[in-house]
């Protein structure tokens, strides 16, 4: 069941506290805070989804030269001398001072 952030709608029309509420998908969204009687209404949070995108796959995905270049990402790597010096990509050789 997915977590819900409700918010609690005070006299002026401002939000107010907040709690977590687990709730089946197909449940009506609450409308009066369960405890205080209130009236509340639900958050719009980002999900926390773990996928394609997820940070672990997008580390391994930047250690991949040949995806990068695929991607058309130029990449850099700085060198002892203080530049930074293409290892794949269109961009320019060299970049720095």
Aim: glycine share 10%; no cysteine.
């Amino acid at each position: 069941m997915p977590t819900y952030v409700y918010e609690v709608i005070e006299e002026d029309g401002k939000g107010g506290e907040r709690f977590e509420l687990f709730q089946r998908i197909s449940d009506e969204p609450l409308t009066i805070h369960p405890e205080n009687g209130k009236p509340v209404r639900r958050v719009i949070q980002t999900p926390a989804i773990a996928g394609k995108y997820a940070p672990m796959n997008t580390e391994r995905a930047l250690k991949d030269d040949s995806k990068l270049e695929r991607l058309g990402f130029t990449k850099y790597v700085k060198s002892d001398n203080g530049r930074y010096e293409k290892v794949v990509g269109s961009g320019p050789s060299q970049i720095g001072e």
